[in-house]
């Protein structure tokens, strides 16, 4: 995981804490291991950022309470989220606006090769409930494992 542009709506210590629960959560049903990469020299295989409007992919961003997030599948390894948005973090207390830590592993099983699912509870599913103490549902599971095999 590499990080090049950040939001100003969270340090940067959150933002990162916050990436590695929601990779951690795709790792602990998984024999995956993520890395944060820091140097320049070594490449990432997913790279995240934070834009706003048009950003060069042909999905821009349509500001506040729109397209929050996107990524590439894993050929890409891109994760880009809307600077726009009200950011926040539920484990800090805060309420209102959009809470990264459901988003982010949201677009993190997208980058790992996962699509939408129809299953409503699932965090695959297209629409993004906030719910504390998020877990994977059983079909997120059933879904990361088909593709990496169980830890």
Request: hydrophobic share 35%.
């Amino acid at each position: 995981m590499e990080t090049y542009a950040t939001t100003t709506a969270l340090t940067k210590a959150e933002q990162r804490k916050t990436m590695a629960r929601a990779l951690d959560i795709w790792a602990n049903e998984t024999n995956l291991k993520f890395n944060y990469v820091k140097s320049k020299k070594v490449s990432a295989d997913i790279v995240i950022n934070f834009f706003a409007g048009a950003h060069g992919d042909g999905q821009p961003f349509d500001g506040p309470s729109g397209t929050l997030a996107h990524a590439s599948l894993p050929t890409g390894g891109v994760v880009h989220f809307d600077d726009e948005e009200d950011w926040f973090l539920s484990s800090k207390g805060q309420e209102g606006g959009t809470e990264m830590f459901i988003v982010a592993a949201h677009e993190f099983g997208h980058t790992l090769g996962l699509d939408h699912t129809n299953v409503p509870g699932a965090l695959m599913y297209p629409f993004y409930s906030y719910t504390p103490n998020l877990s994977l549902h059983k079909d997120d599971i059933e879904g990361i494992q088909s593709l990496y095999g169980k830890p």
